[in-house]
């Protein structure tokens, strides 16, 4: 009976391993120092492929207890080959210096100047 108990909590366990979804995208908090496009591009390279996207916030003030508080800037949809391709370059700046890079980057301005939050570059 315990090789059975034990054989059943354990057998899902073994088929759970590897990459599992993100719940939640994921998300990097603007800096005014920083390119904020390819802020972006170094959370892509740094985290798994998430479907579910990455988040560019931005600095909203503070709230009445001196907290900062973000809001969402950018919400950038791609797919997993991108992710793939982007991250066989060295780094992030010779991925933004590549053809690849200027087709995403020229997208996310285009999301930028439309003021469009939901950003689709698949």
Known sequence: MKKL?????CFPLLFSCGESE???PYSVKEKTYENSKLTLIEL???KPYNSKGYILE?????DKYGEDKWKKVLHLKI????VDEMKKYKDAYTYWDSNDGSSLI????NCFKNNT???NCN
């Open 5 to 9: 108990l034990f054989f059943s909590l």
């Open 22 to 24: 993100q719940s939640e």
């Open 44 to 46: 892509i390279r740094e």
């Open 58 to 62: 931005g600095w909203d003030g503070t």
């Open 79 to 82: 797919g997993k080959n991108t």
């Open 106 to 109: 020229d997208c996310m301005i």
């Open 117 to 119: 939050i939901n950003c």
